[in-house]
């Protein structure tokens, strides 16, 4: 078998390398190297791509006969700068610095034998900026990057059903929406007209249960997160909180229809003064307003919980009081998340059919289309119209109603849907712009 | 109404009293003081005088219950849950564990903790908020009470022209004073200082050790540090805490020269290995 010879290359500029200079021994090939001046753009080193020797190889072959070269070279080394003195092992996590220390590395792990270049392997010396990317973490910039695309892409997701039924929506109902839509009552069985009447309906329906929830579940809030110490009181009223959040509409449903029941019993027996005894706008504005509260207790909460304790602490500390605290400090801070709160409540309470099909709604109400009765056509002890029922109401329960009345009435209600949540995100995102600290 | 004890027996107190008899009329003072957190002991037994008009300095390694201490005296220790304290703490004879009304003890005593905390409030309110919930209305007078007390915490020279920015929005070391600020706002006869100058530059701590000196003519000053120099510039006495017991007090001069305990002078000479 032939000889072993040691044949430096230098990188070109497209990436393959050309050979130099060819050696007898790994040591005599490794010393040559100090001609390899990595930074040498200036043209310092003798090969005749000058510019490109930020990569050297030592390759090994018979003599005279080229390798087959594999495609990965064997060994791998590096060298950072030329800053001596920092003691590492040539691979990339320690790096040799400088040149000489290097050479001084390769001979001696070449002596010790870790380092055999066999025929048609080769070796590779890379020279790099300290600050340079290496090879491992370009990779991991890498899954990085991908792991980025696949999260958005599943975010991004999420926004197609929204668009792709918001156009279906108003491509089908756009016929329907015109001013007089709004404003005017469904007509001949419902099959002409507009929505007036259920509009109003969930307007009221929606304002008076907020009315009931808001105050209650703002104030329970603030008791849970500012008064209530850690006792088994605190944690029932927890337990009841989550469990009430997660309570289907229907039961929240049948929960009023027996609140009605019961009451009607109370009159009926005991003459007892009772807010409601039969289906009406008021029992399913409670209903509506048994639903809600739980989730406005917790974001009230959360609300209050952003405040950091270190500001109460301060307060306390001057000798003010609980209240005073959270009058002072703790509520201004934390009022636009728990109007927040509030508000995503409104449209979760304008979608709901359930609780107030049981409870007040009602297929048809007669209502004027004068005067000032046609904006309060419901008192509330009466039944009244929503336009979740209505929707439902047309689409399921009556013949003959145009398919755009249908899409139109649809594209209100997410419409205002979306309008209540674009209100709220606006405004936290107006507050948040004026955050304090 | 006052009490004129004599400093009780002292654990290992070194043998000269206090120089100074006109200091020795005793302020607050720990009887058989015992804090529990759950079931942490974080004070055994604290036997403690603090003489009117004058700097305690507080000294001891991390978690010797120093911090507790200052709870102590104003009573947020309430607000940890499971905190449990036992024993006598008197000021000026009157046993404060047993106070009902705990906000005008609170405003008697002005506390300054490690964190700098500036309120969500503008800078002007920040100082005006304990005099505000105390009952100060005139602008004037207000007026008057914030100027004193930025001057006195080193930040008016700062702020004097900008007194409608936020509280948060100052650095950390001017927020650190403006909590020195809103401590003073109300002409506490009591400060609690916990180690008030980690987040302090050096020279504006200089100058609030000045400040200190003069304050203590009219309030007594316990001063919680971690730097034992700062207790051997400012402190009439100084006491040793360690592991939730204290070790020894005394007149400064005596704890940094002739300490009678062997950990006490190890701790001052920094050699704890
Ligand atoms: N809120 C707390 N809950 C439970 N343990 C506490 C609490 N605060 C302090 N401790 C404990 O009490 C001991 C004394 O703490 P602290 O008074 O803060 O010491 P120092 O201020 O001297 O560092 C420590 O062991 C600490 O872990
Ligand atoms: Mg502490």
Known sequence: ?437 | MKTKTEPAARPSSSPGESPSSGRSEVHICFRNVTVNYASVVALREINLEVYRREILGIIGPANSGKSTLLRCINRTLDFVPGAKVTGQLLIDGQDVLKVRNVYALRRRVGMVFPLPVGLPLSVYENVAYAPRRAGVRQRHELDAIVERCLRQAMLWDEVKDRLDILGTKLSGGQQQRLTLARALSLDPEILCLDEFSIAIDPVTTMRIEDILRELKQRMTIVLVTNLVQQARRLADRTAFFMAGRLIEVGDTENIFEHPQCELTRRYVEGDFG
Request: glycine share 8%; aromatic share 10%.
């Open chain 1, 1 to 437: 078998m032939a000889e072993l010879r040691y044949c430096l290359a230098w990188k070109r500029p497209d990436g393959s390398f050309q050979p130099g200079e060819t050696f007898a021994s790994f040591a005599e090939a490794a010393t040559a190297l100090s001609a390899w001046q990595p930074q040498s753009h200036s043209g310092a080193l003798s090969t005749q791509e000058p510019c490109c020797t930020d990569q050297v190889e030592i390759w090994c072959s018979c003599q005279d006969e080229p390798a087959t070269v594999l495609s990965r070279p064997r060994y791998s080394f590096v060298v950072y700068g030329t800053v001596a003195g920092g003691g590492g092992d040539g691979s990339e996590a320690a790096p040799w610095w400088g040149l000489q220390e290097a050479i001084t590395g390769l001979v001696e792990l070449e002596r010790s034998g870790q380092l055999a270049l066999r025929h048609g392997q080769r070796l590779r010396l890379c020279h790099r900026e300290v600050f340079a990317t290496s090879a491992g973490q370009k990779r991991k910039a890498r899954a990085e990057n991908i792991a980025k695309t696949v999260f958005m892409a599943m975010a991004l997701m999420l926004v197609a059903p929204v668009l792709a039924i918001l156009v279906y929506l108003l491509v089908k109902g756009w016929p329907a929406l015109s001013l007089s839509f709004f404003l005017e009552n469904p007509r001949e069985r419902m099959t002409a007209g507009g929505i007036w009447a259920p509009l109003v309906g969930t307007f009221f329906l929606v304002f008076i249960s907020l009315l009931l929830a808001a105050p209650v579940g703002i104030l329970a809030g603030v008791y849970l997160n500012e008064y209530a110490r850690d006792n088994w009181l605190t944690r029932i009223i927890n337990l009841a909180v989550v469990n009430l959040a997660g309570v289907p509409s229907i039961v929240h449903a049948l929960f009023g229809v027996g609140v009605i029941m019961f009451f009607a019993e109370l009159r009926r027996n005991y003459g007892i003064w009772v807010p409601f005894e039969d289906r009406c706008l008021l029992a399913a504005s409670c209903t509506l307003a048994v639903m809600t509260l739980p989730v406005i207790i917790t974001s009230t909460r959360e609300a209050l919980a952003s405040v950091p304790m270190s500001f109460r602490e301060a307060c306390w500390n001057m000798g003010a009081t609980r209240w005073q605290t959270i009058r002072t400090i703790v509520l201004p801070n934390s009022i636009s998340g728990i109007l927040t709160g509030v508000i995503l409540q409104v449209s979760r309470a304008a979608g709901e059919t359930a609780p107030i099909l049981l409870t007040g709604a009602v297929f048809s109400v007669p209502v004027p289309d004068h005067g000032w009765r046609a904006f309060v056509p419901y008192g509330l002890h009466d039944r009244c119209m929503a336009l979740s029922m209505h929707l439902y109401t047309i689409s399921t329960q009556v013949v003959n109603v145009p398919e755009h009345v249908e899409y139109g009435t649809a594209v209100v209600l997410i419409g205002l849907v979306l309008a209540v949540n674009s209100a709220s995100i606006a405004l936290r995102v107006y507050l948040r712009s004026r955050k304090k600290w």
